[in-house]
């Protein structure tokens, strides 16, 4: 079987299992009829079987509700498998299925981005993170317009704002650092390997405690994990509960309070502040005189 077919039939069974209303196998393979795929129930079978193997995704089959679901406690992170497998999917719709691809891709509106660069190297850095291998990278400084070569120690990959970084350990600089895919250039992976440190693991996982980049505002490595409520208005809030600003958010009081609990940053401010009126901070206090502190110098700009 194709391995594009497969991958497509992989991500629509779990993103209809994700339903959580235990679907049967029947409506799996009618689900996938109406995306124009036809397949055996052994076939289906043997699919659901592959997803746990390959992906460690915990389908299982409930007797009492005759059908399968999920289990996210023992599985991997679902969302971001279905991630990847969704732009695999929509690239083999667009790439494969339709045999006029210049007339297709008139019908595509683009915001043309530079930094979507360097994306076709995130296997090879995947790969290099999976297996603790060293590489050499060079890396464009913005500051002097030149390329540095680093050898690095590669921990994880973030994406943020349709960006992709590599963050790394840097031998020379004995701390981590942050690389942007599209100023990286060359790529060596070395046979040389490396183990993952623990005080190292804990400084990677700050990574999922913040809006953005910076896990240590003001050079701060115990900058807290605060609890931050925002007020929105019934105009933007649908926008935010469809796009959340970080994985914590909860919505709480009359249903137009939003809670995250994350380290504050810089690029937290500017995702504030790019709300404009239409949102408020509440607290912490620290927070709510600084966006109040950074909107009157910009209204001292109009100030004429």
């Known amino acids: 079987m194709n391995n594009k077919n497969t991958i497509r039939r992989d991500y629509l069974i779990i993103r209809r299992i994700m339903r959580g209303d235990y679907p049967s196998a029947s409506l799996l393979l009618q689900y996938l009829e109406r995306n124009d795929i036809t397949i055996t129930l052994r076939t289906l079978q043997r699919d659901m079987a592959d997803i746990r ?7 299982i089959y409930d ?39 210049q007339k297709l891709l008139k019908y595509l509106s ?18 290099a993170i999976q297996q603790c291998t060293v590489i050499n990278i060079s890396h464009l400084s913005y500051q002097t317009g030149e390329q540095k070569a680093y050898t690095v120690e590669p921990y994880l990959l973030k994406e943020f704002e349709g960006m992709w970084y590599l963050f790394a350990y840097c031998e020379e600089m004995r701390a981590f650092r942050t690389f942007g895919l599209d100023r990286i250039g060359q790529i060596q992976v ?3 390997t490396f183990q993952r440190r623990e005080e190292l693991e804990r400084t990677a996982e700050k990574f999922e405690n913040v809006y953005g980049l910076v896990y240590e505002p003001n050079n701060n490595p115990n900058a807290p994990i605060e609890e931050v409520k925002l007020k ?24 137009d309070v939003i809670t995250l609990h994350l380290i504050i940053n810089p690029e937290l401010e500017n995702k504030i502040m790019s709300y404009g009126e239409y949102i408020e901070v509440l607290s912490p206090h620290s927070l709510r005189n600084k966006i109040k502190e950074r909107i009157m110098q910009s209204l001292s700009k109009y100030d004429d």
């Open 53 to 59: 193997s390959n992906f460690d995704i915990e389908v």
């Open 232 to 255: 929105v208005s019934s105009i933007m809030l649908p926008y935010i509960q469809s796009l959340p600003i970080h994985s914590s958010q909860s919505i709480s009081g009359d249903g």
């Open 190 to 192: 070395t046979d040389r």
């Open 110 to 127: 683009i915001s043309p981005n530079p930094h979507a660069k360097g994306v076709e190297n995130i296997g090879i850095l995947l790969h």
């Open 63 to 101: 007797s009492k509700k005759n059908g399968y679901y999920i289990d996210e406690t023992c599985s991997m992170d679902t969302d971001k498998l279905l991630y990847f497998l969704g732009l695999a999917e929509s690239s083999d719709i667009i790439l494969s299925s339709i045999k006029d691809k």
